[in-house]
């Protein structure tokens, strides 16, 4: 099958030296994503990092500024300086783009890709097993797939390299400069197509400064975290940067059986940067990194009083037995970033490759007997290349154009234990395959000031990708082959981008939209008893039309921004619950043929407006429903079905979130007050299962820091959940048919000491 892939790679990717050739080539590969990035803020006038988007001015920067070497700390301003290439990105795009500074990450505890979405309005993540497999939603748009095998409608980068499986991304959120969720469709700048949106995590870049910090933290359930940076200039014109991270604690649930804890952590993750400084114009980035994660997994509750806790149950109260439920990760890689600067663009070049192994055990039904539960014990590789150029011709046309090339492979072993079910003899399911996948695009990005004020915005792609899945399930005891799948699936998509964006006045502009996306198909990777369990899953297609408004007045400090949506699916992928030949229960992927997103989102950000008051606020709704009635997946039937105007997965009604910050000056010395709430209503997981359906969830968080106004050390007491909140995250019905829920993590207080050196 390799062969198959690499061959039709080669084949699409033969007409690019044929581009790459021509005359034009200098005005292929630089401009910014928008009209907007000839209108940025002058480096030399930059503004303290806030959670939100700006929209700077019409001059244009022209040369990358140097970044400040010390570490985010709350004791002072921070000043985070971003590359010109990323600040056009991010903060002048013509759709909805919502940043999060590194010292607004840390000040809210934020750790990971999934806690983003608590603070980010329209988006969505929940651990739907032991915690590696996060399912992602921006605007309802993700994959609603627990098995981690697929990737979903959200594309997420760490430093420009796509990391097409959560586990990629496990523990690498460290030492971060901002991350910036992009909504709707992408590809046309960067990367890989996607139908809702991208998260791009930025890492702390080496400097020519000797400095960085080291931090100490302990807090509930016995927990210690310890992490350090260090930014050393080996010479003149090679810099180095080493982040660490570490934390180790106990966990906060407890087996009434065994009195043994679950969802402990026990996590590690380091990662090198190296910058080489080539020329004035030109340099390389060489990125290193490594992950462990021996936690204990959390376990689900499962509400039968006979095999599981029992309703109503206490909140940490799991009931896992003699189940061995453990995780053992790990898994790091290699990327190398090679960026040139011209006098009409930027040439950029990221091409990186990792590897990652996991051999977990979930107690996934929630009982101690074996009903349902998991091993996952498989080995993936991914790879990719992104290359492209921006330019900026003749002031008016501002041009992006690129190549993508990504491979990732697979080799599983999942096992279901199903040693109690009364209505058959007791078996495992094993799922053995390998699962490639490939991907190419070419794309283009332009922005056209037709006026001083209004701009046209024309994007395009190319993209073909090629799915491969070779293996099925079988009975361990028995060997017999219960289901089995060999096949290959292509598939090739035009997408593209218009829209108009005016300048109202000075710092304030509209913009408006029509876009399209898709994501490629995919299969069902778990063990099942039903071979069209296994069956492909058509690509999903994507049309989104987007009005908004940006403004930043107040020399940003005041920064508001609307937008209003409507999306339109074809063949939405989405998880479904259907029964099996054998009579038990079971998840697979199916479509929807038509379905429809509406709604609306709005975020402000007070910054310094009062003096030492810092505010941030957001508002999300959503309104997505099934408009195609869905009585069976691939042959198996729904019970009950989904009918028209369904609610779909993963998209909560309404979702909002505040934040306040305020300084009080105290002499040489600085005391910091934070207070944080974010609320989030329900939302069903999977369709045709009626126990799938979260609680609303709400949280309040209470920080208090200290230290000099140098910034040089700080002093922090935290407490995360303070009213102590219990609500379902993600639930759903088990094998032996009863309900199984995953609990909100309960009040967590800690404190943490901060040295900047």
């Excluded at 080799?411 to 996948?437: E, H, I, M």
Aim: hydrophobic share 30%; proline share 6%; charged share 20%.
């Amino acid at each position: 099958m390799k062969s198959s892939f690499l061959h039709r790679s080669f084949r699409f990717l033969a007409v690019v030296p044929t581009y790459i050739t021509l005359p034009t080539l200098p005005c292929l590969l630089l401009a910014s994503t928008s009209s907007l990035a000839a209108a940025a803020t002058p480096a030399a006038k930059t503004q303290p990092a806030t959670m939100h988007s700006v929209s700077p001015g019409r001059k244009h920067a022209t040369v990358t500024p140097r970044r400040k070497n010390t570490a985010p700390h709350m004791g002072s301003t921070e000043h985070l300086e971003v590359t010109r290439s990323h600040t056009h990105r991010y903060l002048s795009s013509p759709g909805t783009v919502n940043v999060m500074s590194g010292q607004e990450l840390r000040a809210l505890r934020i750790e990971s890709p999934k806690d983003i979405a608590a603070f980010t309005p329209g988006v969505t993540a929940v651990n739907a097993t032991s915690g590696s497999t996060p399912i992602f939603s921006i605007r309802g748009v993700g994959l609603d797939d627990y098995i981690g095998t697929n990737m979903g409608g959200i594309g997420i980068y760490l430093d420009g390299l796509l990391a097409p499986y959560p586990v990629f991304y496990n523990g690498q959120m460290l030492d971060t400069e901002n991350v910036a969720v992009e909504k709707g469709p992408q590809g046309f700048d960067m990367g890989r197509s996607s139908t809702g949106g991208t998260v791009n995590i930025q890492s702390v870049k080496p400097s020519d400064k000797f400095g960085g910090y080291a931090e100490w933290g302990y807090s509930s359930y016995n927990t210690n975290r310890g992490r350090f940076a260090v930014n050393v200039p080996i010479t003149n014109k090679i810099y180095n940067r080493t982040a660490f991270n570490y934390v180790k604690g106990d966990g906060w649930q407890k087996d009434i059986g065994t009195g043994a804890r679950y969802g402990s952590q026990d996590l590690l993750s380091i990662r090198n940067l190296t910058k080489f400084v080539i020329d004035d114009t030109s340099s390389v980035l060489l990125n290193l990194h490594y992950t462990r994660d021996k936690g204990t997994p959390m376990s689900p509750q499962d509400l039968d009083p006979v095999d599981g806790v029992g309703p109503p149950p206490r909140a940490n109260a799991v009931n896992v037995g003699k189940d061995p439920a453990k995780r053992d990760e790990n898994g790091g890689g290699v990327s190398v970033a090679y960026t040139k600067a011209f006098n009409f663009g930027t040439f950029t070049s990221t091409t990186g490759i990792d590897f990652y192994r996991r051999d977990d055990y979930d107690n996934y039904d929630g009982t101690s007997n074996e009903y349902g539960d998991y091993r996952w014990n498989d080995t993936s590789i991914a790879q990719s290349h992104d290359m492209h150029l921006r330019m900026n011709l003749a002031k008016i046309l501002h041009l992006t154009v690129g190549v993508y090339e990504s491979y990732d492979k697979i080799d599983g072993s999942y096992t279901s234990f199903r040693n109690s079910l009364s209505a058959t003899p007791p078996y495992w399911l094993r799922d053995q395959f390998s699962q490639q996948n490939l991907s190419t695009g070419l794309y283009v990005n332009t922005v056209t000031n037709i006026t001083k004020k209004l701009d046209f915005i024309a994007s395009g792609r190319l993209s073909y990708d090629e799915r491969g899945f070779n293996g099925g399930t079988h009975n361990v005891q028995t060997g017999e082959q219960r289901t089995f799948l060999d096949a290959t699936h292509a598939y090739h998509r035009f997408t593209g981008r218009v829209g108009l964006r005016y300048q109202i006045v000075p710092g304030t502009y509209a913009y408006g939209t029509i876009s399209n996306g898709y994501k490629p198909g995919t299969y069902f990777a778990g063990p099942v008893a039903a071979t069209s369990a296994l069956d492909y899953v058509k690509p999903e297609n994507l049309i989104a039309y987007e009005v908004g408004i940006k403004s930043s007045l107040l020399h940003n400090k005041l920064v508001v921004e609307g937008s209003l949506f409507d999306y339109e699916y074809h063949n939405r992928q989405t998880l479904f619950f259907a029964p099996m030949p054998d009579g038990s229960n079971s998840l697979t992927l199916g479509t929807i043929s038509r379905a429809r997103t509406r709604g609306g989102e709005i975020s402000s950000t007070l910054h310094n407006l009062v003096p030492n008051l810092d505010l941030r606020g957001s508002f999300a709704y959503l309104d997505a429903q099934a408009k195609s009635p869905v009585a069976s997946i691939n042959g198996l039937p729904l019970d009950p079905p989904v009918t028209h105007n369904s609610p779909l997965p993963f998209a909560p009604r309404f979702s909002w979130s505040a934040v306040a910050r305020y300084g009080i000056n105290m002499g040489l010395y600085r005391t910091t007050l934070q207070a944080s709430y974010t609320w989030k209503d329900n939302m069903w997981v999977a369709l045709g299962d009626p126990n799938a359906k979260s609680s609303k969830i709400s949280s309040l968080g209470l920080r208090m820091e200290f230290g000099p106004k140098t910034g040089k050390w700080s002093a922090a007491v935290y407490v995360d959940n303070l009213q102590n909140k219990h609500g379902t995250t993600y639930s759903f019905t088990g094998s032996d048919d009863n309900r199984a829920q995953y609990i909100q993590t309960p009040r967590w207080v800690g404190c943490d000491l901060h040295y900047n050196f």
